[in-house]
T-cell receptor, first 114, second 113 residues
């Protein structure tokens, strides 16, 4: 099992460009999450999908959109990147559902917006 | 919503000493409290968790204690080793189907040989 995978590992964008971060899990988990990690700020939830077909906003959703493509895949889209979105982005998944179970994290995507 | 405070932000100890990291939470409905370890450049990984029906849980050199009345929980690492050096995050969640984790801001633990 690969667990949780993310692509790309690194990305540099110019202000105003768009991109999609991809996440996939092969553990048959119901719930998937997107976090951003900034120095001294911990992990902040951007969006989550409690189950296939549902998505909900987290703590910091502005400037982002998500798609739960199927049970395995959960993508994060930046429509018009801003320097404030420079961060490390982690995808995670958990089973059977909800936050009260271990979350498995992907390796992260380091995004720089210039 | 839930708010989790974590202290200290950095902690330096000598190898073999004990380390304690403390967290407080605001929502009395929270009843699941995991701890994650993140090594430099790596992903966070769960090291121990506790649910509100127990007051303490141990796993070899690490232990977590929970005081629901005071709404605080702590991570204890004994006989620290250089490989314990990492950032540690506490988190809190309600034990319901669609609850999410709220993380503290992290503690950087440095263990000197």
């Amino acid at each position: 099992n690969a667990g949780v995978t993310q692509t790309p590992k690194f990305q540099v964008l110019k202000t105003g460009q768009s991109m999609t971060l991809q996440c996939a899990q092969d553990m048959n988990h119901n719930s998937m999450y997107w976090y951003r990690q900034d120095p001294g700020m911990g992990l902040r939830l951007i969006y989550y999908s409690a189950s296939e077909g549902t998505t909900d906003k987290g703590e910091v959703p502005n400037g982002y959109n998500v798609s739960r493509l199927n049970k395995r895949e959960f993508s994060l889209r930046l429509e018009s990147a801003a320097p404030s979105q420079t961060s490390v982005y982690f995808c995670a998944s958990s089973a059977p559902s909800g936050g009260a179970y271990e979350q498995y994290f992907g390796p992260g995507t380091r995004l720089t917006v210039t | 919503g839930e708010n989790v405070e974590q202290h200290p932000s950095t902690l330096s100890v000598q190898e073999g000493d004990s380390a304690v990291i403390k967290c407080t939470y605001s929502d009395s409905a929270s009843n699941y409290f995991p701890w994650y370890k993140q090594e430099l450049g790596k992903r966070p990984q769960l090291i121990i968790d506790i649910r509100s029906n127990v007051g303490e849980k141990k796993d070899q050199r690490i232990a977590v204690t929970l005081n629901k009345t005071a709404k605080h929980f702590s991570l204890h690492i004994t006989e620290t080793q250089p490989e314990d050096s990492a950032v540690y995050f506490c988190a809190a969640s309600m034990n319901s189907g669609y609850s999410t984790l709220t993380f503290g801001k992290g503690t950087m633990l440095l263990v000197s040989p």
